[in-house]
Structure formats: structure tokens, C-alpha cells
């Protein structure tokens, strides 16, 4: 934590995550008779984002604020990078630590930048040095510079979020709080955040504390999620699949949902899974070789692309007539290689059609994905693959 | 005292609107001529004022810094300067007098004492509307309790802090109309010489409602250029 030595990596060089674990921990606030923590042990790897989830009043937000000391534990210890924290000045402890909640606080009287450069300023970085991390952090966000000097009124609900997560990172913490950080903000803009933070993590490899009550935002930004139950008790530790391939208990089970088998569709991407071959074709091929193509596939029918290879139409035995194959405007249902397969399949079962055009980034045909597919995915050969299924920032790569 | 008082400064009636000054009327020529007696009352009830408003506030941000950590602290001191903001202000020039004696001081601390409750109260308010999220979140990041008090919750208390002093000046400004029966001066004492002659009462009160309104002003003023947080929308 040396400033100097910091400085000469530049204002983000990436620091080592660092491991966390919490050994026996029991927190009996003042004035209640059960404890809100009974016995807690966790370990989190370096690098990975352990969510804590679990119903309202388990004691999530108390086992994550025992880690900064924001609350002290009755008993137990917690090691960070196996270093006990327990004999550690508070404040300084924390300034080595991310910090994000829900309700965000940042500060109304501060601009944008001067609440992000809130720790590197405790830290007495020099103004130079905190400038640049201004700077970085609000690239890192996708904020334009020009809002650096706004204040957090003048800025939406998600740009507040936003703002809160570069706080959080202002000073490259190698271990970060967070606690329901998207809690705040509606759906459509929470998933945008939920994606960018986990491309984020992609990048930074924080090791991360991240609590939530939301399952599905578990399994979603999970490398493992600790399920609590009342009491601050362990119900399972886990990834992600193996909750929901092997619920330990009746608990569990609930928790995660009846649906748990389509919560498996939200862990994969397009990507991800075998596709079909397009059965591609263009203006002015034979349309013997059109037809050849169509039956060669189960689809039965040909796609006709344009000169980059992006998706025209589907061609049917109807519209594979005389020599040559001609220009056809049709519908066609498309999704991306980037897309979870929930979303994919939401969106062939909307087009109520059996496949759907996968497309890449410049919207090329990739393949074709069909309902089979994901319901074979979804049956059985699923079960040996899911175990390796990607780290939540790999999904999104 | 008051009759006393009352041959301090005998009213010089010459001079224009002759008629209207004999059946003390609003005179406004009398007013242009005289106006010039009344610049050293007028500049004592700003000082009254000022020094009345500074003090006030030193010592109920001494007392809300105590109080701020030490919550038992609230109910006595509220009881207290409650107290003092109730005693007439007579009885309170009767205690002083026999202690600090006739003049500007015993006005000051009279009306400083005065001054406490509503500057306390409304420290003490600022403080505790101050976002419970911000105060965690600045905790949570590593500022000592010091510095979330400099750099949090101080900053989001001035508003309520401003407006405190705001209403504590204007009343000072009122209440220094009084101040001249501890021998403090201020426009009391040329207004209770005349009482009758309208011109006169009138002069006074203006001059009253004038520096009360500036004072306001500037510090409306001083607030808006402090804080431009506040001038965004929220
Ligand atoms: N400061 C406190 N004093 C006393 N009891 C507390 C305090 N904070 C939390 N508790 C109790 O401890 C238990 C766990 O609370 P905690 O806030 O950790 O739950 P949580 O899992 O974060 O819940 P939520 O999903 O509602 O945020 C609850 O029963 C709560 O009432
Ligand atoms: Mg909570």
C-alpha cells in the first residue's frame, strides 16, 4: 500500500486479488436472544465473485459487513490474503476494501469525480495521480468526461449505480463489498449493469463479496453462491450448476425455484452449444445445389444470404423453383451468439418458429439454433457439460 | 430608566414641513433632513447584530459538536438555551445589569443568549437529516469519524445551518430595538425619544425592516455561492 510504488505502476495497475475467509463466525447483535450469524466458515478464491443469497433478515448484509468491520463479530475470525483482520485499524482496513451498497450514498455535495476519488484522496494520492484514476474509472463506466464535474443529482438512477461501482474501485481494492449494488434500479437497466460489470470483472478479477436476495441475479454473477439460511447458516456453497444440477437439501431446492431447469438455460450462451450448419445460399446458385443443401439438414427449407453472408430469408420447396435462385423478402427469426439461451429460446417461441439464425457480432449467419437443440441441451447431455460452464465474466467475453 | 432615557436627545423639530413636524406627522422633507442622526444608531444595531449572531452561533456549534456524540446531551442543552429564549428580555437586562453593567456588552450577551436555541436546534437538525446511506457509505470507504463530520455530514448540514441563522439575525435585528435599555443603543433609543411623532417611528422602522432584509440577503446570497450542489435539480 506503499503510494509511491503504486504510482509507479500507474494509476491502475492492477493489484492481486486477495483470498477471504470467514472461520467460526458467530454475531449476536445487542438485545436479541437468537444470533443473526450462528456459525459461519466460507472461503472465497482469489479472484472469484462469491454471492451470499438467501431470504430476507438471514444475515447476508451482516456477514458481509463483518469483513470491513463495519460490524464486529461476537466471535470468530475472518483472514484476508490469510492475514487476521481482527487486530487492524478500522479505517485503514477499509480504505484496502471496495465498498458498494444499495442505496449507493453518494455524497450530494460532491461532483461526480471528487466523489469517485473519495479513497485515493483518504489515501493522499496526489492530485495528478487521482485525476488520471478520475478519468480511467469513468471510461470503465461509460460515463462522458463532461459529467465528471455534474453532481450526483443531476444524474439518473443508473449513472448513480454506475458512479457507486467506480467509487468502489477508485483506489484498485483487491477485495470488494457489495452489497445488492443494482438493488435500486429497474429491470431492463439492472440487466445492463449486471452485463457490464461482469465484462468489468472480466478485466479486473476482483475478488468480490456481492449480496443479493435476487436468485437469479445470483446464479447469474456467481463463480460460487453461498446460500444462507436464517440464522447465518450454510445451506450450500456452490457454482452455479451444481445448485442447480444438485440442490443439497429441501431448502435449497425451494430457494432456487421449480424452474431451476430453465435457470439453466440463463448459464449458457448461443455460443456455447453445438449449432447447425446454415444451409446457406445466394442469388444465383443452382438451384439443384439449393435443394440439396435444404434436404441435408433436418430444417428442410434453405438460407438465402446476402454478399456479406448476413441472413435474407428462408427458402422453401415453394420458392426452389427453375434454375437459378432468386431474390426473396421473408421473416426470419434471429438471435445472437452472445445471447443467454433463456433469451434465445423466449425469442424463438415469440416467432413461433422451430429455428432461429444465429448471427454474430457483424450479423453473419454463425448457424442455425433449434428448439431440439436446447431442449437436448436442456434433457440430458447437459449434465456432464454444465459443471463447465464458464465464469460468469467468461459468459459475456 | 425610561424617563431617564427620554431626555437623552431632545428631537430638533426645525426645519422643513414646519406645520406637519408640529402635529408629528409622516413628514418626508423632516425625514431628508434628519435622516443623517440616525447613521450612528442604525451602524450600533448592526454591530448589536453581528456580534450578537457571530457569538450566538460559536457557541451553539460548541454545543451541537458536544451533543453530536454524546446524544444525552440534546434534551439539557435544548432545556437550556430553551430557558434563556423564554425570560423576558427585561428581566434578563435586570440579571446582567448588576454584573456586566450599562452598555453594548450586557446588550450583546443578551441578545447571543437569545440567539442559542434556534442556531442549536437547527445544527443539530442539519446534522440528522444528513443521508443515513452517505454516512455509512463514507464510513465503509475508511474516513475517521472526524472526517465523515468535516467532509459529510457539516457539508449537508449548512443549509438547515443557514437557515437557522437566517431567522436567529432577523429576530436579533427586532430585538435589538431594545437593547438600548441596557445602554446598548441601536435604534431603539431614537425611536423610544419620540414614540409619538410619526416620522420619526416610521424612520426607525424602516431602517429596521432595511437591515433585516439585507442581512438576509447576503447571507441568502453567501449560501447559493457556497453551495452549488443546491442549485441543481434534485
Ligand atoms: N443493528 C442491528 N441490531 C439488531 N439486530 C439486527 C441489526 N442488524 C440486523 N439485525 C438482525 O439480524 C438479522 C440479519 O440481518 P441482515 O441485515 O444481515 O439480513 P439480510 O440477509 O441482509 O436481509 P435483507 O435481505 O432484508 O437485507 C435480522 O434478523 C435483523 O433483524
Ligand atoms: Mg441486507
Given at each position: 500500500?506503499?503510494?509511491?510504488?503504486?504510482?509507479?505502476?500507474?494509476?491502475?495497475?492492477?493489484?492481486?486479488?486477495?483470498?477471504?475467509?470467514?472461520?467460526?463466525?458467530?454475531?449476536?447483535?445487542?438485545?436479541?436472544?437468537?444470533?443473526?450469524?450462528?456459525?459461519?466458515?466460507?472461503?472465497?478464491?482469489?479472484?472469484?465473485?462469491?454471492?451470499l443469497?438467501?431470504?430476507?433478515?438471514?444475515g447476508k448484509t451482516t456477514a458481509m459487513r463483518l469483513v470491513n468491520?463495519m460490524i464486529?463479530?461476537?466471535?470468530?475470525?475472518?483472514?484476508?490474503?490469510?492475514?487476521?483482520?481482527?487486530?487492524?485499524?478500522?479505517?485503514?482496513?477499509?480504505?484496502?476494501?471496495?465498498y458498494?451498497i444499495?442505496?449507493?450514498?453518494?455524497?450530494?455535495?460532491?461532483?461526480?469525480?471528487?466523489?469517485?476519488?473519495?479513497?485515493?484522496?483518504?489515501?493522499?494520492?496526489?492530485?495528478?495521480?487521482?485525476?488520471?484514476?478520475?478519468?480511467?474509472?469513468?471510461?470503465?463506466?461509460?460515463?462522458?468526461?463532461?459529467?465528471?464535474?455534474?453532481?450526483?443529482?443531476?444524474?439518473?438512477?443508473?449513472?448513480?449505480?454506475?458512479?457507486?461501482?467506480?467509487?468502489?474501485?477508485?483506489?484498485?481494492?483487491?477485495?470488494?463489498l457489495m452489497d445488492?449494488?443494482?438493488?435500486?434500479?429497474?429491470?431492463?437497466?439492472?440487466?445492463?449493469?449486471?452485463?457490464?460489470?461482469?465484462?468489468?470483472?472480466?478485466?479486473?478479477?476482483?475478488?468480490?463479496v456481492f449480496v443479493?436476495?435476487?436468485?437469479?441475479?445470483?446464479?447469474?454473477?456467481?463463480?460460487?453462491?453461498?446460500?444462507?439460511?436464517?440464522?447465518?447458516?450454510?445451506?450450500?456453497?456452490?457454482?452455479?450448476?451444481?445448485?442447480?444440477?444438485?440442490?443439497?437439501?429441501?431448502?435449497?431446492?425451494?430457494?432456487?425455484?421449480?424452474?431451476?431447469?430453465?435457470?439453466?438455460?440463463?448459464?449458457?450462451?448461443?455460443?456455447?452449444?453445438?449449432?447447425?450448419?446454415?444451409?446457406?445460399?445466394?442469388?444465383?446458385?443452382?438451384?439443384?445445389?439449393?435443394?440439396?443443401?435444404?434436404?441435408?439438414?433436418?430444417?428442410?427449407?434453405?438460407?438465402?444470404?446476402?454478399?456479406?453472408?448476413?441472413?435474407?430469408?428462408?427458402?422453401?420447396?415453394?420458392?426452389?423453383?427453375?434454375?437459378?435462385?432468386?431474390?426473396?423478402?421473408?421473416?426470419?427469426?434471429?438471435?445472437?451468439?452472445?445471447?443467454?439461451?433463456?433469451?434465445?429460446?423466449?425469442?424463438?417461441?415469440?416467432?413461433?418458429?422451430?429455428?432461429?439464425?444465429?448471427?454474430?457480432?457483424?450479423?453473419?449467419?454463425?448457424?442455425?439454433?433449434?428448439?431440439?437443440?436446447?431442449?437436448?441441451?436442456?434433457?440430458?447431455?447437459?449434465?456432464?457439460?454444465?459443471?463447465?460452464?464458464?465464469?460468469?465474466?467468461?459468459?459475456?467475453? | 430608566?425610561?424617563?431617564?432615557?427620554?431626555?437623552?436627545?431632545?428631537?430638533?423639530?426645525?426645519?422643513?414641513?414646519?406645520?406637519?413636524?408640529?402635529?408629528?406627522?409622516?413628514?418626508?422633507?423632516?425625514?431628508?433632513?434628519?435622516?443623517?442622526?440616525?447613521?450612528?444608531?442604525?451602524?450600533?444595531?448592526?454591530?448589536?447584530?453581528?456580534?450578537?449572531?457571530?457569538?450566538?452561533?460559536?457557541?451553539?456549534?460548541?454545543?451541537?459538536?458536544?451533543?453530536?456524540?454524546?446524544?444525552?446531551?440534546?434534551?439539557?442543552?435544548?432545556?437550556?438555551?430553551?430557558?434563556?429564549?423564554?425570560?423576558?428580555?427585561?428581566?434578563?437586562?435586570?440579571?446582567?445589569?448588576?454584573?456586566?453593567?450599562?452598555?453594548?456588552?450586557?446588550?450583546?450577551?443578551?441578545?447571543?443568549?437569545?440567539?442559542?436555541?434556534?442556531?442549536?436546534?437547527?445544527?443539530?437538525?442539519?446534522?440528522?437529516?444528513?443521508?443515513?446511506?452517505?454516512?455509512?457509505?463514507?464510513?465503509?470507504?475508511?474516513?475517521?469519524?472526524?472526517?465523515?463530520?468535516?467532509?459529510?455530514?457539516?457539508?449537508?448540514?449548512?443549509?438547515?445551518?443557514?437557515?437557522?441563522?437566517?431567522?436567529?439575525?432577523?429576530?436579533?435585528?427586532?430585538?435589538?430595538?431594545?437593547?438600548?435599555?441596557?445602554?446598548?443603543?441601536?435604534?431603539?433609543?431614537?425611536?423610544?425619544?419620540?414614540?409619538?411623532?410619526?416620522?420619526?417611528?416610521?424612520?426607525?422602522?424602516?431602517?429596521?425592516?432595511?437591515?433585516?432584509?439585507?442581512?438576509?440577503?447576503?447571507?441568502?446570497?453567501?449560501?447559493?455561492?457556497?453551495?452549488?450542489?443546491?442549485?441543481?435539480?434534485?
Amino acid at each position: 500500500m506503499d503510494p509511491d510504488t503504486a504510482q509507479a505502476e500507474g494509476p491502475s495497475a492492477n493489484r492481486q486479488a486477495a483470498t477471504l475467509e470467514l472461520r467460526n463466525i458467530v454475531k449476536r447483535y445487542p438485545g436479541s436472544d437468537e444470533p443473526a450469524i450462528a456459525d459461519l466458515s466460507l472461503e472465497v478464491a482469489a479472484g472469484e465473485i462469491c454471492v451470499l443469497v438467501g431470504p430476507s433478515g438471514c444475515g447476508k448484509t451482516t456477514a458481509m459487513r463483518l469483513v470491513n468491520r463495519m460490524i464486529e463479530p461476537t466471535s470468530g475470525d475472518i483472514l484476508v490474503n490469510g492475514a487476521s483482520i481482527i487486530d487492524r485499524k478500522p479505517s485503514e482496513l477499509r480504505r484496502e476494501i471496495g465498498y458498494a451498497i444499495q442505496q449507493i450514498g453518494l455524497f450530494p455535495h460532491q461532483t461526480i469525480a471528487e466523489n469517485i476519488a473519495t479513497v485515493p484522496a483518504l489515501l493522499g494520492w496526489d492530485k495528478r495521480r487521482i485525476a488520471e484514476r478520475v478519468d480511467e474509472l469513468m471510461d470503465l463506466i461509460g460515463l462522458e468526461k463532461a459529467m465528471a464535474k455534474r453532481y450526483p443529482g443531476q444524474l439518473s438512477g443508473g449513472q448513480r449505480q454506475r458512479v457507486g461501482v467506480a467509487r468502489a474501485l477508485a483506489a484498485d481494492p483487491p477485495l470488494m463489498l457489495m452489497d445488492e449494488p443494482f438493488g435500486a434500479i429497474d429491470p431492463i437497466n439492472r440487466e445492463r449493469l449486471q452485463n457490464e460489470f461482469l465484462r468489468l470483472q472480466g478485466e479486473i478479477r476482483k475478488t468480490i463479496v456481492f449480496v443479493t436476495h435476487d436468485i437469479d441475479e445470483a446464479i447469474k454473477m456467481g463463480d460460487r453462491i453461498a446460500i444462507l439460511r436464517k440464522g447465518g447458516v450454510l445451506a450450500q456453497y456452490a457454482t452455479p450448476a451444481e445448485l442447480l444440477m444438485a440442490p443439497a437439501d429441501e431448502f435449497v431446492e425451494d430457494f432456487v425455484g421449480a424452474d431451476r431447469a430453465l435457470k439453466r438455460l440463463a448459464l449458457q450462451r448461443v455460443r456455447d452449444i453445438d449449432l447447425w450448419e446454415a444451409p446457406t445460399v445466394r442469388v444465383g446458385d443452382p438451384v439443384s445445389e439449393a435443394r440439396a443443401r435444404a434436404a441435408a439438414t433436418p430444417i428442410g427449407h434453405a438460407l438465402l444470404v446476402d454478399e456479406d453472408n448476413r441472413p435474407v430469408s428462408w427458402l422453401g420447396d415453394g420458392d426452389l423453383i427453375g434454375e437459378r435462385v432468386v431474390h426473396h423478402a421473408g421473416g426470419l427469426t434471429k438471435v445472437e451468439l452472445d445471447d443467454v439461451l433463456r433469451d434465445a429460446l423466449a425469442d424463438l417461441l415469440q416467432g413461433k418458429v422451430m429455428y432461429g439464425v444465429v448471427t454474430d457480432h457483424g450479423g453473419r449467419v454463425a448457424g442455425v439454433l433449434s428448439v431440439e437443440v436446447i431442449s437436448g441441451f436442456l434433457n440430458h447431455q447437459v449434465a456432464g457439460r454444465i459443471d463447465q460452464a464458464p465464469a460468469p465474466a467468461e459468459r459475456l467475453a | 430608566m425610561l424617563p431617564l432615557l427620554a431626555q437623552v436627545k431632545i428631537t430638533d423639530r426645525n426645519g422643513a414641513g414646519q406645520n406637519c413636524v408640529q402635529q408629528d406627522g409622516f413628514c418626508p422633507g423632516w425625514i431628508k433632513d434628519h435622516i443623517g442622526d440616525y447613521v450612528d444608531p442604525l451602524v450600533r444595531h448592526l454591530e448589536l447584530t453581528v456580534v450578537s449572531v457571530v457569538a450566538g452561533f460559536l457557541i451553539a456549534f460548541a454545543l451541537a459538536m458536544l451533543a453530536h456524540r454524546r446524544r444525552w446531551l440534546v434534551a439539557p442543552i435544548t432545556g437550556a438555551t430553551g430557558v434563556m429564549y423564554t425570560i423576558p428580555s427585561l428581566a434578563l437586562f435586570g440579571i446582567l445589569l448588576p454584573i456586566t453593567g450599562f452598555g453594548f456588552v450586557t446588550g450583546c450577551i443578551a441578545l447571543t443568549a437569545y440567539n442559542l436555541l434556534v442556531i442549536f436546534r437547527n445544527i443539530m437538525a442539519g446534522l440528522d437529516n444528513v443521508p443515513e446511506a452517505a454516512k455509512d457509505a463514507a464510513t465503509g470507504m475508511g474516513m475517521t469519524p472526524n472526517q465523515v463530520l468535516r467532509q459529510v455530514e457539516l457539508p449537508l448540514a449548512i443549509p438547515e445551518i443557514v437557515a437557522g441563522v437566517r431567522v436567529a439575525t432577523t429576530t436579533t435585528v427586532g430585538l435589538a430595538a431594545l437593547a438600548f435599555i441596557a445602554g446598548a443603543g441601536g435604534l431603539g433609543e431614537p425611536l423610544i425619544v419620540n414614540q409619538n411623532f410619526k416620522s420619526n417611528v416610521v424612520t426607525v422602522g424602516v431602517l429596521c425592516v432595511l437591515l433585516a432584509a439585507v442581512l438576509d440577503l447576503l447571507l441568502l446570497l453567501a449560501e447559493r455561492l457556497a453551495l452549488p450542489w443546491r442549485r441543481v435539480a434534485r
